[in-house]
């Protein structure tokens, strides 16, 4: 069973620009979760979708960050502007029904802001 | 809100050692509560789980008591050997919510040969 794929695996900008991550879940998982990781720090939940609603967006920074789940397979999340302070590994995470919240995590994106 | 509040670290001990990572948690309702793992280059994965008071989960080793009195989930193995240098991120989950994962702040640990 293929897992959980990320791309890009590793991104540097400057600050401002725009960058934009993508997430592939594994098959038939119907939440899909993004985190972002900053150094010395756990996960921190930004946006949970099941299928292609959102459950929870509550800790996004909705003035620069958006994501979408078309079609309720892969999903991409996009920071415009980026700032220093987005410098962090946004980790992408999907589920299955009645797991009791074991995630299953692709290898991440680091991202460093200049 | 909820939380989940590590052992600070890092933490640094010989092969064959004892090791204990404590965890307590802050939660309103009754969470699963989680011990996921990052070896390094890799991401994470979940190492080990439980999902009721005094459930113990287990995995290559290590052990975990979820313990409702004391709100604490702490790891343990009897003997740490070189490949279980990692990170470890003790986490809960709301069982009756959206289910998201609360992460603590993670422990390095270091084994030495």
């Known amino acids: 069973e293929a897992g959980v794929a990320q791309s890009p695996r590793y991104k540097i900008i400057e600050k401002r620009q725009s960058v934009a991550f993508w997430c592939n879940p594994i098959s038939g998982h119907a939440t899909l979760y993004w985190y972002q990781q900053i150094l010395g720090q756990g996960p921190k939940l930004l946006i949970q979708f099941q299928n292609n609603g959102v459950v929870d967006d509550s800790q996004l920074p909705k003035d620069r960050f958006s994501a979408e789940r078309l079609k309720g397979v892969d999903s991409t999340l996009k920071i415009q502007p980026a700032k220093l302070e987005d410098s962090a590994v946004y980790l992408c995470?999907?589920?299955?029904?009645?797991?009791?919240?074991?995630?299953?995590f692709g290898p991440g994106t680091r991202l460093t802001v200049l | 809100g909820d939380s989940v509040t590590q052992m600070e670290g890092p933490v640094t001990l010989s092969e064959e050692a004892f090791l204990t990572i404590n965890c307590t948690y802050t939660?309103?309702?009754?969470?699963?509560l989680f011990w996921y793992v990052q070896y390094p280059g890799e991401g994470l994965q979940l190492l080990l789980k439980a999902t009721k008071a005094d459930d113990k989960g287990s995995n290559k080793g290590f052990e975990a008591t979820y313990r409702k009195e004391t709100t604490s989930f702490h790891l343990e193995k009897g003997s740490v050997q070189v490949s279980d240098s990692a990170v470890y991120f003790c986490a809960l989950s709301d069982r009756q919510g959206a289910q998201k994962l609360v992460f603590g702040q993670g422990t390095r640990l270091t084994i030495n040969p």
């Open positions: 995470a999907s589920s299955s029904p009645g797991t009791r919240g074991e995630q299953f």
């Open positions: 939660a309103t309702g009754y969470p699963s």
